[in-house]
């Protein structure tokens, strides 16, 4: 004869709630800062994405500003150099993604494999410091070193018979200079995030395949490219929800006239119609914005469907 085990009735959500409220309330006051931050600096501002459908005026406020519907949209893609602007902004960022993404992987891997501590942290923290540079410093040192009359990447240029080249003015050295510069400065800051997850890899992995007699690259191929596969993905899916957005303040400092073909991105004119133009658009500007969030957030959520559907690692 067998027994039928009895079910249990499910308790209700408020029930479930009030329990683990009891239960846990340490755990949610110390959640509390952090709501608090999310609430008031991410999602109460979204209350003024509605100024990108009126004609907003300060006088006016918000609520009080005309409704346009869509105009500012409209007036955004029937603009001469939309494309061209679209175009520039996702080529800069896509290659900045295609040469910029693999090296941290890299170096964190190399850094890995040192086995003296004190050359390992003095590497570590010499491929660090570039990251603490500021834009305005940075963008004054490649117009120094690329300078055609006394920058030394010129004068090496002359000393084996070539001629000086404007970097600054020729639109097809803009992306190799904004990219090669944002590697320079942060491909070793974003090492730190795969060096901690190297550094917890459990140490018997490693004891295990030399008593197998594994060599350093069967270590690296076998134990840590697939401890990296996971966070590697995830920061994938993450930066191409980036793909549509720029460094602005970069870009304005290495523009000039000669390289606006390729310089020419969306960060820049949103910024030049919303805040540095004759007559401030501010309601044009929140459209492009709001336009280029939706287009990634768009892009974020196909990224991160596709790395579930093919890979089975996803943000969500």
């Given at each position: 004869?067998?027994?039928?085990?009895?079910?249990?009735p499910?308790?209700?959500?408020?029930?479930?709630?009030?329990?683990?409220?009891?239960?846990?309330w340490?755990?949610w006051?110390?959640?509390i800062p952090?709501?608090?931050?999310?609430?008031?600096f991410?999602?109460?501002?979204?209350?003024?994405?509605?100024?990108a459908?009126?004609?907003?005026k300060?006088?006016?406020?918000?609520?009080?500003?005309?409704?346009?519907?869509?105009?500012?949209?409209?007036?955004?893609?029937?603009?001469?150099?939309?494309?061209?602007?679209?175009?520039?902004?996702?080529?800069?960022?896509f290659?900045?993604?295609?040469?910029?993404?693999?090296?941290p992987?890299?170096?964190?891997?190399?850094l890995?494999?040192?086995?003296?501590?004190?050359?390992?942290?003095?590497?570590?923290t010499?491929?660090?410091v570039?990251?603490?540079?500021?834009t305005?410093?940075?963008?004054?040192?490649?117009?120094?070193?690329?300078?055609?009359?006394?920058?030394?990447?010129?004068?090496?240029?002359?000393?084996?018979?070539?001629?000086?080249?404007?970097?600054?003015?020729?639109?097809?050295?803009?992306?190799?200079?904004?990219?090669?510069?944002?590697?320079?400065?942060?491909?070793?800051?974003?090492?730190?995030?795969?060096?901690?997850?190297?550094?917890?890899?459990?140490?018997?992995?490693?004891?295990?395949?030399?008593?197998?007699?594994?060599?350093?690259?069967?270590?690296?191929?076998?134990?840590?490219?697939?401890?990296?596969?996971?966070?590697?993905?995830?920061?994938?899916?993450?930066?191409?929800?980036?793909?549509?957005?720029?460094?602005?303040?970069?870009?304005?400092?290495?523009?000039t006239?000669g390289?606006?073909?390729t310089?020419?991105?969306l960060?820049?004119?949103?910024y030049?119609?919303?805040?540095?133009?004759?007559?401030?658009?501010?309601?044009?500007?929140?459209?492009?914005?709001?336009?280029?969030?939706?287009?990634n957030?768009?892009?974020?959520?196909?990224?991160?469907?596709?790395?579930?559907?093919?890979?089975k690692i996803?943000?969500?």
């Amino acid at each position: 004869m067998t027994t039928i085990p009895s079910v249990r009735p499910r308790k209700s959500l408020g029930y479930r709630f009030s329990l683990t409220m009891k239960r846990d309330w340490q755990l949610w006051v110390l959640l509390i800062p952090a709501l608090a931050f999310f609430i008031v600096f991410c999602y109460f501002p979204m209350y003024g994405a509605q100024i990108a459908f009126r004609n907003y005026k300060a006088a006016f406020g918000v609520t009080g500003s005309p409704w346009v519907g869509w105009a500012n949209f409209e007036k955004f893609f029937k603009l001469y150099y939309c494309g061209r602007m679209f175009t520039n902004t996702f080529l800069l960022n896509f290659l900045g993604l295609l040469f910029g993404f693999p090296i941290p992987v890299i170096l964190a891997i190399m850094l890995n494999q040192l086995n003296h501590k004190r050359f390992k942290g003095f590497t570590q923290t010499a491929i660090y410091v570039p990251h603490f540079i500021s834009t305005v410093v940075l963008a004054g040192m490649i117009y120094l070193f690329f300078s055609p009359t006394n920058g030394i990447i010129n004068h090496i240029i002359t000393a084996a018979g070539g001629k000086p080249i404007y970097f600054i003015m020729e639109p097809a050295w803009f992306r190799p200079l904004y990219i090669g510069s944002d590697i320079w400065q942060n491909a070793g800051w974003n090492t730190i995030l795969y060096i901690a997850t190297l550094t917890g890899i459990d140490p018997q992995l490693y004891e295990a395949a030399t008593i197998d007699g594994a060599t350093r690259w069967d270590k690296i191929k076998h134990i840590d490219i697939p401890h990296l596969i996971p966070i590697t993905v995830m920061m994938l899916i993450l930066n191409c929800g980036s793909l549509l957005a720029s460094n602005t303040d970069k870009v304005l400092l290495l523009q000039t006239s000669g390289n606006l073909a390729t310089s020419d991105i969306l960060g820049v004119y949103q910024y030049t119609v919303g805040i540095a133009g004759a007559k401030a658009q501010p309601s044009y500007a929140a459209a492009i914005g709001l336009c280029l969030n939706v287009m990634n957030f768009v892009i974020v959520m196909s990224v991160n469907y596709i790395s579930r559907k093919v890979g089975k690692i996803s943000l969500f």
